[in-house]
């Protein structure tokens, strides 16, 4: 069964950096894999922040583009995101997520399509 362990969330001044870890155990072979991030802001419908792709190939929300950049350490079984330039807009319950794929490389922008999961890490952005 494979889990995903995130860490790095916390509270910072706008302006200011994070960088979110997500370790991944007990790995599934597959011939393709996309990693994710999204995030969820009360009231607000679940968003794809970022993605990666197994062919290294790299997607970001408009809101992210320029500030936020996503990245895979195979040798520790970890994605990051490492965020800056950090706004209030930002706050948010942040999630990985990964979907495996035999026949596609494409990740897919809706959450319908990853089927693990992190346990979540608040981001929050002060003014």
């Known amino acids: 069964q494979l889990q995903l362990v995130e860490s790095g969330g916390g509270s910072v001044q706008a302006g200011g950096s994070l960088r979110l870890s997500c370790a991944a155990s007990?790995?599934?072979?597959?011939?393709?894999?996309?990693m994710a991030w999204f995030r969820q802001a009360p009231g607000k419908e679940r968003e794809r922040v970022a993605a990666?792709?197994?062919?290294?190939?790299?997607r970001y929300a408009d809101s992210a583009k320029g500030r936020f950049t996503i990245s895979i350490d195979v040798a520790k079984n970890t994605m990051y995101l490492q965020m800056n330039s950090l706004k209030p807009e930002d706050t948010a319950m942040y999630y990985c997520?990964?979907?495996?794929?035999?026949?596609?490389?494409?990740?897919?922008?809706?959450?319908?399509?990853?089927?693990?999961w992190g346990q979540g890490s608040q981001v929050t952005v002060s003014s």
């Open positions: 007990g790995y599934i072979y597959s011939r393709y894999f996309c």
């Open positions: 990666i792709g197994s062919d290294g190939s790299e």
């Open positions: 997520a990964m979907v495996l794929s035999s026949s596609s490389n494409t990740c897919y922008s809706q959450s319908r399509w990853y089927n693990y």
